[in-house]
């Protein structure tokens, strides 16, 4: 079963830096994309960034993150990153891994989507 787990979130002040980690497991063929999103308290789930498999250089970033995070993976490790920067109270929330990848179904590789269970940021003023 594929698995996503996130880590490295955290209580931090304003101005300062988190990376996130997003490790993967399971049976994967390979990855198409991943990404992450974020979800604040009363909110609904908004993307940050996502990558595609063309390389780091194929990212794709939210206006209001753009400048202060950067998202890059590691495809030998199928991991995933998220270096942030200059933090501010409204980016609390609960951050979450998703990944389109190729996983084996009843014999065929298959494209599915999946979800990790996230990890709280909390940006103190």
């Known amino acids: 079963q594929v698995q996503l787990v996130e880590s490295g979130g955290g209580l931090v002040q304003a101005g300062g830096s988190l990376r996130l980690s997003c490790a993967t497991s399971g049976p994967i063929f390979s990855i198409r994309a991943m990404g992450w999103y974020r979800q604040a308290p009363g909110k609904q789930r908004e993307l940050v960034a996502t990558?595609?498999?063309?390389?780091?250089?194929?990212?794709n970033y939210a206006d209001a993150v753009s400048g202060r995070f950067t998202i890059s993976r590691d495809n030998a490790k199928n991991t995933l990153y998220l270096q942030m920067n200059s933090l501010k109270p409204e980016d609390t929330a609960v951050y979450y891994c998703n990944a389109d990848l190729f996983t084996p179904e009843s014999g065929v590789w298959t494209a599915k989507n999946y979800w990790g269970k996230g990890t709280l940021v909390t940006v103190s003023s």
């Open positions: 990558v595609t498999s063309g390389g780091n250089t194929n990212s």
